[in-house]
């Protein structure tokens, strides 16, 4: 068991290396910036969804997820498939909203919908899975206080919301927006496109 101090200063090193985890783009970054390029709240319901995904994970994780996907493959390889399949239809699906009139898309969104599709894309983001089933491995986190534990589960999938949070408003705000809106449909394509080439990828990962 680490002492006090050797908690802190894993909390510490956790807290900044997910930092620069979410920082790197990926399923949950293409998804809120497409989402707000049409609404901050949209965006921010989107976002409501990825904390939950990422506790869950977070929790699975110190529960000793990447030991138990190395003593079962089959596992591994299933969730490797669930997951390339929902990012494929995801990303279809944007590429399909990129055709039709932005008014039509509006009409169609609903909280909960954004919500669930928030949650949905962050647990199976391909990133999250392997990150979070060997980044408390790697920093000694399984020894970590009973407290530590408990604090650093909820504080990882934070520092990620808030981090989306930041490009969300980012891109949202006025002058941004005003811009972005008039290639918006090629906004929806690329996020698509990105979309898929994670699904694909995952297809072929060994």
Known sequence: MMSNVEAWHTLGVLAVAHLFAVMAPGPNTALVLQTATRSRRDAFVILLGLWPAGFIYAVAGLAGLGALLAAAPWLSTAMQFVCAAYLLWLGAKMLRGSFRPRREILVKLSRANLFWQGFITNLTN?????????????????????????????????????????????????PVRKTLDRISHWLDRISGIIMIGFGLRLLTQR
């Open 126 to 174: 391909p990133k999250s899975i392997v990150y979070y089933a060997s980044i408390f491995g790697a920093t000694g986190a399984f020894d970590l206080p009973l407290w530590a534990q408990a604090a650093i589960a909820p504080i990882m999938p934070a520092i990620g919301t808030l981090w989306y949070g930041t490009l969300a408003l980012l891109v949202s705000s006025g």
